[in-house]
């Protein structure tokens, strides 16, 4: 993605850097809480169905409001700061690692969304997506908790 890194030469604030942090608790919750949060019950005791829209907000691809939307021009700006020239491969790798998780994820989990309602859906299709989005959902974890660490987070 060359377009990310063409973003000004300012390095991020402490701001987008916390919006780091809180996300990254966000999607830790939501692992650890993966079934209750992706689980959507009617009032009263009614049907329960598997619902996606819990990975699409954690990884900030739902509302501006949320602490990861559109992060990729923060991740842009990390280049400006003063890295440890022994962490920028690893740093960039996460980057990229970061972003094809985060598009995989939202992917499957978009499938998910609509699993019960194509040909051979059903609630087995929607758990399908959902489980491969939360192994993305894992990796993305993984690649924000390495980009964290190189910046001292």
């Given amino acids: 993605n060359n377009v990310a890194w063409a973003a000004g030469g300012t390095p991020p ?3 987008e850097l916390e919006r780091l942090k809180v996300g990254y608790n966000q999607i830790a919750y939501l692992l650890a809480n993966f079934d209750a949060e992706t689980t959507i019950c009617r009032e009263n005791g009614g049907e329960c169905k598997r619902d996606s829209e819990a990975i699409r907000r954690a990884l900030g691809l739902r509302y501006t409001t949320d602490p ?3 992060i990729e021009k923060v991740l842009a700006k990390i280049r400006f700061m003063d890295i440890d020239p022994e962490e920028l491969e ?3 790798e996460s980057i990229e690692e970061w972003e094809s998780a985060v598009s995989m ?3 499957m989990a978009f499938i998910a969304k ?3 309602y194509n ?3 059903g609630q087995d299709q ?3 997506f959902l489980l491969e989005s939360k192994t993305q959902l894992i990796a993305a974890e993984k690649a924000l908790g390495t980009i964290m660490k190189v910046l001292n987070l």
């Fill in 90 to 92: 690893p740093l960039f």
């Fill in 114 to 116: 609509f699993g019960e």
């Fill in 68 to 70: 990861l939307f559109q």
């Fill in 105 to 107: 994820s939202n992917s």
């Fill in 119 to 121: 040909p051979g859906g």
């Fill in 126 to 128: 929607v758990l399908k």
């Fill in 13 to 15: 604030t402490s701001a």
